[in-house]
């Protein structure tokens, strides 16, 4: 079973900036995508951005393209997250995730806290 480990967490002021890493523990783990949700206190989780693995093509969520930027090391089986110009509502543990290109999104990390004060 592939594990995803997610780092870069923690706490940051307002308008600071944080890097999310998630690195899948098989080398040969080949998904269609990975990705990045949130959960934020009392509210549902929320898609953040993602990208396709062969391709690197990205989505983002509501307004987060702009501040957040996804992209993935395909030699280091990781996937980012940049998180610039970050404001006390980007406050959440923040999930990595991986699909295929039929599924749904299957793997989960353990996620990963960030606190952004104002």
């Known amino acids: 079973q592939v594990q995803l480990v997610e780092s870069g967490g923690g706490l940051v002021q307002a308008g600071g900036s944080l890097r999310l890493s998630c690195a899948a523990s098989?080398?040969?783990?080949?998904?269609?995508?990975m990705g990045w949700f949130r959960r934020a206190p009392g509210k549902e989780r929320a898609f953040v951005a993602s990208?396709?693995?062969?391709?690197?093509?990205?989505t983002y969520g509501d307004s987060k393209n702009g501040r957040f930027a996804i992209s993935r090391d395909y030699a280091k089986n990781t996937v980012y997250l940049q998180m610039n110009s970050l404001k006390p509502e980007d406050t959440a543990v923040y999930y990595c995730?991986?699909?295929?290109?039929?599924?749904?999104?299957?793997?989960w990390g353990q996620g990963t806290q960030v606190t952004v004060s104002s």
């Open positions: 995730s991986a699909r295929s290109a039929a599924g749904a999104w299957s793997y």
């Open positions: 098989e080398r040969t783990f080949n998904p269609y995508a």
């Open positions: 990208i396709t693995w062969k391709f690197g093509n990205t």
